[in-house]
């Protein structure tokens, strides 16, 4: 069965960090672009960071540049989201997305990148 199973959400106090993690099952991500994006109530879907895999490069959103962190772990089909000085306004449901782009970069536009599976989400609050 090929499914994202995202974890690590929480609560935390602003300032605090979280490492979520994305596991792949069925598939491998080697030739795969993956995303992570964030909804909060009421609010669209937003990306917030990507890794291609066609050459490693990696793209943040702007809120998040300098905070938020997006790794691989080949060996265990996994990726993770290292989240930094977190702020309240961080707060929202995770979802990490695949997309099979073995030779372009990744897309931060959760419509526009070609992502076909996507994780049930992950919880974070960020909250005093």
């Known amino acids: 069965q090929v499914q994202l199973v995202e974890s690590g959400g929480d609560l935390v106090q602003p300032g605090g960090s979280l490492r979520l993690s994305c596991a792949a099952n069925?598939?491998?991500?080697?030739?795969?672009?993956i995303g992570w994006f964030r909804q909060a109530p009421g609010k669209e879907r937003e990306g917030v960071s990507c890794?291609?895999?066609?050459?490693?490069?990696?793209d943040y959103a702007d809120s998040v540049k300098g905070r938020f962190t997006i790794s691989r772990d080949n060996a265990k089909n996994t990726v993770y989201l290292q989240m930094n000085s977190l702020k309240p306004e961080d707060t929202a449901v995770y979802y990490c997305a695949a997309a099979p782009r073995p030779f372009r970069l990744c897309v931060l536009r959760p419509r526009e990148g070609g992502y076909i599976y996507w994780g049930q989400g992950t919880q974070v609050t960020v909250s005093s």
């Open positions: 069925g598939f491998t991500l080697d030739y795969y672009a």
């Open positions: 890794s291609s895999s066609s050459d490693g490069s990696t």
